[in-house]
């Protein structure tokens, strides 16, 4: 069993920020990438970034520039700073964590793909 725990949604004006957090634990594994999802009301769940375990980062276009994802390998965390934040952003962000095969491998962008999330955190980006 693989627990993955969010933390630092809330409420932002446009143009503001905020970091999420995702806590790892139970039977990790070194290699894993990890990766962030969003899913807003009536939509699908999308994929925002991923890092695998070298340390590569990936994003969706339209967070690119503003988004930027790191991780601590040492406590199995990852983080997503999210700055200049926009009214289409608001979504409930989730953390996964999946291996795809080396420590190297480019993390999936289907969401399909990712089989350990964690319970997800409101981020709204209202004035």
């Known amino acids: 069993q693989v627990q993955l725990v969010e933390s630092g949604g809330g409420l932002v004006q446009p143009g503001g920020s905020l970091r999420l957090s995702c806590e790892v634990s139970?039977?990790?594994?070194?290699?894993?990438?990890m990766g962030w999802f969003r899913q807003a009301p009536g939509k699908e769940r999308e994929f925002v970034a991923a890092v695998n375990w070298a340390g590569t980062t990936y994003y969706r276009n339209s967070v690119e520039g503003r988004f930027t994802i790191s991780r601590h390998n040492a406590n199995y965390t990852v983080y997503l700073q999210m700055n200049n934040l926009k009214p289409e952003d608001t979504a409930v962000y989730y953390c996964?964590?999946?291996?795809?095969?080396?420590?190297?491998?480019?993390?999936?962008?289907?969401?399909?793909?990712?089989?350990?999330w964690g319970q997800g955190t409101q981020v709204t980006v209202s004035s």
């Open positions: 996964a964590t999946e291996y795809f095969g080396s420590q190297r491998a480019t993390p999936s962008r289907n969401q399909q793909r990712w089989r350990n």
């Open positions: 139970g039977r990790t594994r070194s290699g894993n990438a």
